[in-house]
């Protein structure tokens, strides 16, 4: 059958009036980068690019569609869908509040493999599971700025030794995360015994100026902490826009 006009004219037309009708948001989701197929019969064959879009017109817009392509051609439609085009949804993991969610829950459904005691565990292998502990439990900024560039060096009678940049770094790590890393060592490894600290620190570079092991600044130090919690701050305020961001773009 030929039709004295052309398909893809009408059903634009017809794609103005829905816009107008439903609202941006309905329109996007349901009618937007749909085809039209008109075939013998007055059979209308919508093209659905999506699953949702294919679901919500099928069920909820049936009739509407029949209805004005017919007041507009003066034509009655039987109207059917076709989901030859259906996308896959675009889905994926990338994003800072993604990685961090994950890690989050990644150690519930990662078994760990128990230590064998009997084997002696080297310096490296110690310190990577207390960063992969520390990586959950510390804000992003935290972790990268103060824990990543920690080196293991060896393990000496009953210590972990580590190495620092600098000597302010190891200050740092000594006041504010020695009792915490003590307290996953004793969770990875026995042999390790509590004997005062289980952790020694050392620095790759000779102490210097004011902030040396034998003369710290307590304002300077003060100020770091300040900036510190100042940075924690923005990390957690990235983290809610991030999420705010990803409710717009999924809403």
């Known amino acids: 059958m030929t039709y004295p006009f ?20 309905i329109f996007e989701e349901a009618f937007q980068d749909t085809e039209i197929e008109l ?11 999506t699953q949702w879009s294919h679901l919500s017109l099928s069920t909820l817009y049936s009739d509407q569609i ?3 392509a017919s007041l507009l051609t003066d034509q009655t439609y039987k109207v059917t869908f076709d989901n030859r085009k259906h996308r896959k949804p675009e889905m994926t993991f ?16 990662q078994e760990e493999k128990p230590i064998d005691h009997n084997i002696p565990l080297t ?12 990586s959950n439990e510390l804000s992003g ?3 990268e700025t103060w824990l990543k560039p920690i080196k293991p060096i060896s393990i000496e009678e009953d210590f972990l030794i580590v190495e620092a940049p600098n ?48 003369g710290r600044n307590p304002e300077l130090r003060k100020y770091v902490q300040e900036l510190e919690l100042k940075v924690e701050q923005l990390s957690n305020r990235l ?13």
């Not at 983290?239 to 809403?251: A, C, I, S, T």
């Open 167 to 214: 000597d302010f770094a190891k200050d740092w790590l000594e006041t504010r995360y020695k009792a915490q890393i003590d307290a996953i060592l004793s969770r990875h490894n026995k042999k390790l015994k509590i004997k005062g600290s289980r952790i020694d620190l050392k620095t790759c570079e000779p102490a210097t100026h004011e902030y040396s092991a034998g």
């Open 6 to 25: 052309n398909a893809d004219e009408l059903w634009a037309d017809m794609l103005d009036i829905f816009r107008a009708k439903v609202g941006k948001k």
């Open 94 to 109: 990338d994003s800072a509040e993604d990685r961090r969610a994950i890690a989050r829950a990644k150690s519930k459904y």
């Open 239 to 251: 983290e809610q826009v991030e999420r705010e961001l990803e409710l717009m773009k999924n809403g």
């Open 123 to 134: 310096a490296d292998e110690i310190w990577g599971a207390v960063l992969k502990t520390l």
């Open 66 to 68: 029949s209805r004005l």
């Open 39 to 49: 075939h013998d019969g007055n059979n209308m064959v919508i093209i659905t690019p």
């Open 141 to 143: 900024p935290s972790y």
